[in-house]
């Protein structure tokens, strides 16, 4: 099946730092989301986009397709981007959506 | 628009009892439905997809009568974990969609076998 990995795994950052966050993914995909899961376990849509570019205030994605990743851009990291964000992808053909490694992020103030 | 409901949010229950967890998409008609599973630091791991009115698809390794998954409507889809035991202890999250859409979670729920 296709495998998802994320990097970096563990990110520490100060407020207000930048930061890029990468899913790389080993087979041809339909759809694409991101995702912040907060400490409650709840998990937030923050982009669907199976490819181009899109922003949502600080944050901003992009899905390369053909190059098998996608991007997510965090700027002026806020404490409350703690968390884990996870990409998901639905390989083609699949109709299931396959979660990434993960990457926590600690936001300090 | 695009709710999941997820009930209960938290359960705790005796080693050897059934626990029934439920997911309902509120305000659309859920073609499809995942159930996921999620142990403390790790990733969400994918157990079974459900189509209303079809046997549930489960992921290999994923016990089928273990986690009996019921999709009954467009609305509704059950996970009932029978005969739990420790090792069953974990958080479980629900999600839906409708034809070619994104996802949409539950707030999962957090199953504590004692």
Redesign the interface.
Known sequence: GIQVEQSPPDLILQEGANSTLRCNFSDSV??L?W?HQNP????I?LF?IPSGTKQNGRLSATTVATERYSLLYISSSQTTDSGVY?C?VEATGT????????T?LKVLA | GAVVSQHPSRVICKSGTSVKIECRSLDFQAT?M?W?R?FP?Q????MA?SNEGSKATYEQGVEKDKFLINHASLTLSTLTVTSAHPEDSS?Y?C?ATVG??????G??T?LTVT
Do not use: C, D, E, V
């Not at chain 1, 409650?40 to 998990?43: C, D, E, I, K, P």
């Not at chain 2, 070619?100 to 979670?105: D, G, K, M, V, W």
């Open positions: 339909n759809n989301q995702f409650w376990g709840q998990l849509n669907y996870f998901a109709y299931k959506y396959i979660f990434g490694t993960g926590r | 499809t995942f996921y999620q630091k990733s969400l791991m994918l997809t958080f999250i999600s070619n859409s994104p996802l949409h979670f707030n999962g957090r």
